[in-house]
């Protein structure tokens, strides 16, 4: 999580109400253990208006001795992590295998699912949460028992679901990093600027290309980078990809 600070308690009302919504979503429905994350990169977990991470407080877990958040290999192993790395769509696991509301690519690849990596999971309902400067969060309402149609339940309530985990951890990424630095709009040249080194042109090359100076390309450079919150050229590329203002680095 870029620039994270430790979130205050007061932010941190209106986060710890919607974790209890999460809470009581999952119980309604049968699936009572519940993973979070504001952040899959960052090894800090979510706190409460104590401090104290939430998985401790109010979220359990099927199994009581694995402190998923303290675990980095919960979130490198876990199969229902890693998916949501490929979709920003909710998903669900059932009969050892992770689906969604069509077919897709990535379930197919993905096969099905050795019952040794889901740490106890036998369905599961999850909603990545996808924030703005390319941070991924995700909700996991899970259960050890078979037996829940979660596919019933995803049909008519994965939106409520996904809603629910974007709210927490869309409230939970303002209170961690306070007030944004990248409010400032780029100009159309420090974007054409940007394309540019993003296709890997060096500052001489984009000159020849805009036709103009490699020292104004530098300096609108160093702009965009200020008015991003950055240091440095491939930050400033990355930061301008996961706002939209240069597409997917690479043509993906």
């Not at 106890?120 to 909603?127: C, F, L, M, P, Q």
């Not at 491939?234 to 930061?239: F, L």
């Amino acid at each position: 999580m870029s620039a994270e600070r430790a979130p205050a308690a007061a932010d941190l009302e209106l986060v710890e109400r919607l974790a209890r919504e999460i809470d009581a979503l999952g119980r309604e429905v049968g699936l009572p253990f519940i993973a979070v994350s504001a952040d899959i990169s960052s090894p800090r977990p979510m706190v409460g208006m104590d401090g104290q991470p939430l998985a401790e407080t109010l979220f359990r877990w099927i199994d009581p001795t694995l402190e998923y958040w303290r675990d980095r290999a919960f979130a490198l192993r876990a199969p229902f992590v890693f998916a949501t790395r490929l979709t920003s769509e909710p998903f669900f696991f059932q009969d050892g295998r992770l689906q969604t509301w069509r077919r897709t690519g990535w379930t197919q690849a993905m096969g099905a699912i050795d019952p040794g990596d889901m740490f106890g999971v036998a369905t599961a309902i999850v909603a990545p949460a996808y924030q703005p400067r390319g941070v991924i969060g995700a909700v996991v309402w899970a259960s050890p028992d078979a037996d829940v149609d979660v596919a019933e339940i995803f049909a008519t309530r994965a939106g409520e679901f996904h809603l629910l985990a974007l709210r927490l951890t869309g409230a939970y990424q303002e209170a961690a990093l306070g007030q944004r630095r990248d409010m400032a709009r780029l100009t159309r040249r420090e974007i054409q600027c940007l394309k540019w080194a993003a296709a890997g042109k060096t500052d001489g090359e984009i000159a020849a290309i805009v036709q103009i100076a490699a020292p104004t390309v530098r300096f609108h450079m160093i702009n965009a980078a200020d008015k991003l919150g950055v240091a440095g050229r491939s930050q400033t590329v990355h930061r301008a990809a996961t706002l939209g203002y240069i597409g997917a680095v690479g043509g993906a």
